[in-house]
């Protein structure tokens, strides 16, 4: 089956390719043939585009998607508030049914929003059920994703090891590629959510990198926030030549310099949560460091219990945050704000399209809109008012641009959504979205209010 999207600017974000003012994009199946002008519509649905703007599906590096039905719910929380009330608390009251429809709905919700792949950072997954079930969320909601099979963070019981000191269990990694994720090249795949050298023990983290290695996985970990529980663990995992570009950094705040140095020369590469960041605490996003030494910048939403989950809010938190940091630092050093932006808009758009394929892995997949690559394409209505005139595509798309222009979303081919509606039937699974979180939030409080009168 082909698909021929005519009369559109295409931003394709390939290097070789550039921009199109007047462009066409020809499907075929789950990949782009060809992208171009005047290509051959022969046997093909013609799609007029109606001047819109065709560009790569957006990539959400680094997301936990369980947490939707919290949205709001930590909202006004610390990251240690966070890490009290949500893994500590909320999260040990998930069933299986709360961890599918959490994970459908969320991942429903980035295809609505634009981004067509995701990586679904799942850390509450007590038992393989709950695994199983956030996969199944993924794989009905037809995004594509990387999910990063992690574990849970509660309180240790009695005579129970802290998650610290718990390995990462080969049991599930193994019965996960011999079954629902053993396809390499499907549209859900596997990556390791690990816990690394900042949140658990040494033996703990040589083990962890050593397993995701050993199954050709990406890795990744979340660094900084507290104290770290193995300090001086980089500098081991440095030595044991564990680095490369199958690991993943998530914010990565209490790095030195010369660390973030040394792991961008080895192809690390980092996902980066502006807003989130920002608002619980982590400390300033490391963008401008990591772009520095030539590393690879992804973003992410990171947490949807805190902020909304529009990747294109998400850029302009990084870009906004990292001039202002340039801005401020140029006054200080030089007496006056730069001659010009430190970071135009084409790289803050390469974040969240391009760079977020190589973080997780799947740069020869997706990311541009190149011959060859999976079908992953997103269609901006650039006629609305809240992005007229378009005198620079790019820099339209990544300051202009919001939910409202997204009209279609189309993943491997086919579409999932069309003139501004998602095709799926959303509305029982948002009355279940919102059961699930009142009941999960009511029985939190329930609980703290029994241990108050204790």
């Not at 949205?71 to 240690?80: D, E, S």
């Not at 193995?230 to 950094?249: A, F, K, M, R, T």
């Not at 807003?275 to 490391?286: A, D, K, L, V």
Request: a negative charge.
């Amino acid at each position: 089956m082909k698909t021929l999207l005519t009369n559109a600017t295409v931003v394709t974000m390939d290097p070789e390719i550039g921009d199109l003012a007047d462009g066409q994009v020809l499907v075929e199946d789950d990949r782009i043939l060809a992208v171009g002008q005047d290509l051959p519509a022969e046997g093909a649905e013609v799609i007029d585009c109606r001047g819109g703007i065709l560009i790569p599906g957006l990539v959400n590096a680094h997301m936990h998607t369980w947490q939707t039905a919290l949205r709001g719910v930590a909202a006004n929380w610390t990251l240690l508030e966070y890490f009290g009330h949500v893994h500590r608390g909320l999260a040990t009251l998930f069933t299986p049914d709360d961890i599918h429809i959490a994970t459908r709905m969320g991942a429903l919700n980035q295809l609505n929003c634009g981004t067509t792949t995701l990586g679904d950072w799942c850390h509450n997954n007590p038992t393989p059920e709950h695994t199983d079930a956030a996969i199944r969320g993924l794989e009905a909601s037809g995004i594509r994703a990387l999910f990063f099979h992690g574990s849970p963070k509660p309180d240790p019981k009695p005579g129970q090891p802290h998650f610290s000191e718990i390995p990462h269990p080969r049991s599930e990694v193994e019965r996960l590629l011999a079954g629902p994720l053993g396809d390499r090249e499907g549209r859900v795949t596997l990556g390791l959510a690990i816990l690394g050298p900042h949140y658990s023990t040494l033996d703990v983290t040589l083990h962890d990198f050593e397993l995701a290695k050993e199954f050709g996985l990406v890795a990744s970990m979340h660094q900084g926030g507290g104290k770290a529980v193995s300090p001086g663990g980089w500098d081991v995992i440095e030595e044991q030549g564990l680095l490369g570009p199958d690991i993943n950094i998530v914010h990565g705040q209490s790095l030195d310099d010369g660390q973030l140095a040394r792991f961008c020369e080895q192809g690390v590469t980092f996902s980066i949560a502006p807003e989130n960041e920002m608002t619980q605490g982590h400390g300033f996003p490391i963008t401008g460091h990591v772009r520095r030494h030539g590393g690879v910048v992804s973003l992410g939403v990171d947490l949807e219990s805190v902020i909304s989950g529009d990747m294109f809010t998400v850029a302009r938190m990084a870009l906004g945050m990292q001039r202002s940091l340039d801005n401020d630092a140029s006054r200080r050093e030089q007496g006056s704000i730069p001659d010009t932006s430190t970071i135009r808009t084409r790289e803050a758009l390469q974040w969240i399209t391009l760079d977020g394929a190589r973080a997780l892995g799947l740069e020869e997949r997706i990311g541009s809109l190149t011959p060859g690559k999976q079908a992953d394409i997103v269609l901006l209505d650039s006629s609305r008012l809240n992005m007229q005139p378009v005198n620079d595509p790019v820099s339209t798309v990544v300051m202009q641009a919001s939910l409202a222009n997204i009209d279609s979303v189309m993943v491997a081919g086919e579409f999932h959504k069309r003139h501004g509606k998602l095709l799926a039937d959303v509305e029982e699974g948002i009355s279940q979205l919102a059961a699930s979180g009142h009941r999960i939030y009511a029985e939190l409080q329930s609980r703290q209010q029994e241990g108050a009168s204790q």
